[in-house]
């Protein structure tokens, strides 16, 4: 199971958008747990109005959402971390080093050059012509998050199952 935990500050504008976004595109598989949480966030909170409405315009759905904090239990069982800026990566690092292999820049990966190694722009206290460029942007990164983590995994049972089978057949 890989599961993808993205993290912002306050976790209400946009690592919910992430969040939200990255599960629509992994919605037909059954590998993938999908969160979010922020280095400074208050657990409880709703994600901010804008990112509700322009996730709503996309056909999903964030009115349920409460914000939590990236916790020892959340980076534990992440099996890859994205920070929206190099400031989230920074801050988990300090908090979690163990986690180093598993904690990426969201747009580390981007085909785009003029968005790849860029921290994604808070869009809080902003208006929706802010959110809906952070949404652009998330839009053109996430693909290449997919794509990234999909070339990259390795199903520790699928290896452990083809090791069995290797011994069996000697």
Known sequence: MKNVLFVCTGNTCRSPLAEVLFRDLVK?????QVGSAGVGAFSGQAASRNSAILA??????LSMH????ATIDLIEAATHIFGMSRSHVAAILAEYPEAEDKVYLVSEFTADDHLRGRD???PFGGDLSEYRETLQHLEAMLPS???YIEQTWKDENADAEAG???QQGD
């Open 164 to 166: 069995r089978g290797r």
């Open 66 to 69: 409460q914000s939590r904090a």
């Open 28 to 32: 037909d598989r059954a590998d993938y």
């Open 145 to 147: 998050v997919l794509a």
């Open 120 to 122: 994604l722009c808070d």
């Open 56 to 61: 709503k315009e996309r056909g999903l759905d």
